[in-house]
């Protein structure tokens, strides 16, 4: 059956496909589910956010047709962000840095969006750095702009219920563990409140870099892995809605990335794979039987001028 005509591309957010890995995995593993989160219309899961942000806002009347919404953003929020407040007609601005990938901070320009960038040391994604901007757009919230808040805003979460609902679905069977890396934390919270409303067994773990492990060691640093590890605790995240954390270093995640195209033909970015990378480790510790689930958190098209796929 040929899917319907859409009477606003926002209709076509949400319901991505599920993959079961088949040519990656090691013997004697779980089943590892990975949800193609960059099939949403500007390549990642922040589509959903983005949505849940602008109409929450618009049902309360915080938003109206003369307004300025701003964030700040590592790339994929305010592209998200941007595509939505394109489709009705608000203005938005994005406050970033040059740590980012060029692709998404281009993505924010051509949807109509302001950007500002602040600059990195290094080209490092540090704590820091987020003070920085979230300090930049304090300031223009106290110029009249409506700050989206997406490391706090109760919306998030919510927006992220349907992705639940549709990986127990699509899954179709218990599920052991659902791995994710955190950045706002408001995917995994609102997955989490899905699935362990479903089955309180099934496990939650947070994923981070090594080298930025707050949730892991307390202690946070300097990584390249875009959308994640702020350097503190997201406060969406509390520390009741998941049941562990665990760290990788970056370079793993770097090639689990480039494995996944070469392998499974997913093309997702560092997040995606550290995602994956993770499901693999607890799905040799699980052992056949049990089962997996992760996402890939967007597409790799949006690193090609970067290093991720240099020379790969």
């Known amino acids: 059956m040929a899917p319907p005509v859409y009477h606003s591309i926002r209709q076509t957010i949400g319901l991505t496909p599920m993959v079961k890995l088949s040519r990656m995995l090691p013997a004697n593993c779980a089943d590892i589910f990975v949800k193609l989160e960059y099939f949403n219309p500007t390549g990642s899961y922040k589509d959903r956010l983005a949505l849940a942000i602008v109409e929450a806002a618009e049902r309360r009347g915080d938003i109206g047709p003369d307004v300025t919404l701003a964030e700040y953003t590592g790339g994929s929020t305010g592209s998200s962000l941007a595509f939505i407040c394109a489709t009705k007609g608000y203005h938005f601005k994005a406050i970033s840095s040059d740590a980012f990938a060029r692709?998404?901070?281009?993505?924010?320009?051509?949807?109509?969006?302001?950007?500002?960038?602040?600059?990195?040391v290094g080209g490092q994604i540090t704590p820091d750095l987020f003070v920085r901007m979230?300090?930049?757009?304090?300031?223009?919230?106290?110029?009249?702009?409506?700050?989206?808040?997406?490391?706090?805003?109760p919306d998030i979460a919510p927006g992220y219920h349907p992705m639940g609902r549709e990986i127990l679905e699509q899954v179709g069977r218990r599920i052991d563990v659902f791995c994710a890396a955190v950045g706002t934390g408001?995917?995994?919270?609102?997955?989490?409140?899905?699935?362990?409303?479903?089955?309180?067994?099934?496990?939650?773990?947070?994923?981070?870099?090594?080298?930025?492990?707050?949730?892991?060691?307390?202690?946070?640093?300097?990584?390249?892995?875009?959308?994640?590890?702020?350097?503190?605790?997201?406060?969406?995240?509390?520390e009741d809605g998941y049941d562990s954390a665990m760290a990788f270093e970056e370079g793993r995640a770097r090639e689990t990335a480039r494995e996944l195209a070469r392998k499974e033909g997913i093309f997702a970015g560092t997040s995606s794979g550290l995602n994956v990378c993770a499901a693999i480790e607890i799905g040799k510790q699980l052992g056949p039987g049990k089962t997996v689930v992760t996402v890939a958190c967007d597409s790799g098209m949006k690193y090609l001028a970067g290093d991720l796929f240099v020379d790969f």
């Open 186 to 238: 408001g995917m995994l919270t609102g997955v989490s409140d899905v699935l362990k409303g479903s089955d309180p067994s099934t496990r939650v773990v947070a994923l981070e870099p090594a080298s930025s492990a707050f949730l892991s060691t307390g202690k946070s640093g300097a990584h390249h892995i875009e959308g994640i590890a702020i350097g503190r605790r997201p406060p969406m995240l509390q």
């Open 134 to 153: 979230e300090e930049r757009v304090l300031q223009l919230q106290k110029e009249g702009c409506y700050w989206t808040r997406q490391f706090v805003n």
């Open 103 to 120: 692709e998404k901070l281009q993505t924010i320009k051509l949807f109509g969006a302001d950007l500002e960038i602040l600059p990195s």
